[in-house]
């Protein structure tokens, strides 16, 4: 409304009003859209870093009698699991995984194809990972990967 009002020494004919706010409305929209798609999303970076796979599978203990528990957990996910998982991620944090764990680019090669600086590979390498464990924990709770008669 305040777009409108702003223009509306613009508005030519007072009949054509109602067509006249839609369309502004509409491409406030748009604008709006257009700038969140913009914006990377927001990810709790204090709750993943203090997710621990590791600690989560010895206290959960979803495979009892278990001697190796975290390759248990780890064996429970195909091809098809992990992929889901990565693209639960954050475009911002999947391609460099992606670059360097699964095509073998090194950290410095990835810096280099995405137009920054090494440290912030680096980073984005690190809090990946921890979301990377963080979602393959809620993924495997989601999909029956865990036993039941562990809980």
Known sequence: MLKAFQRFDQLSEVAAGP???????IHCCYDHGRAKARRP?????????????????AY???FPYSDSLHLDFLQEFGRE??????????????TPLVLVY???FLVKEVANMLAVPLGTVLARLHRGRKLFEKQMWEYAEESGLLRKDAR
């Open 19 to 25: 067509a006249w706010l839609k369309s502004i409305l």
């Open 41 to 57: 999303s927001q990810v709790d970076f204090d709750e993943a870093e203090r997710f621990s796979l590791y600690r989560k599978i």
């Open 60 to 62: 959960e203990d979803p």
């Open 81 to 94: 699991d992990v992929r889901a998982v990565l693209m639960r991620l954050p475009l911002l944090y999947r």
């Open 102 to 104: 699964m095509e073998g």
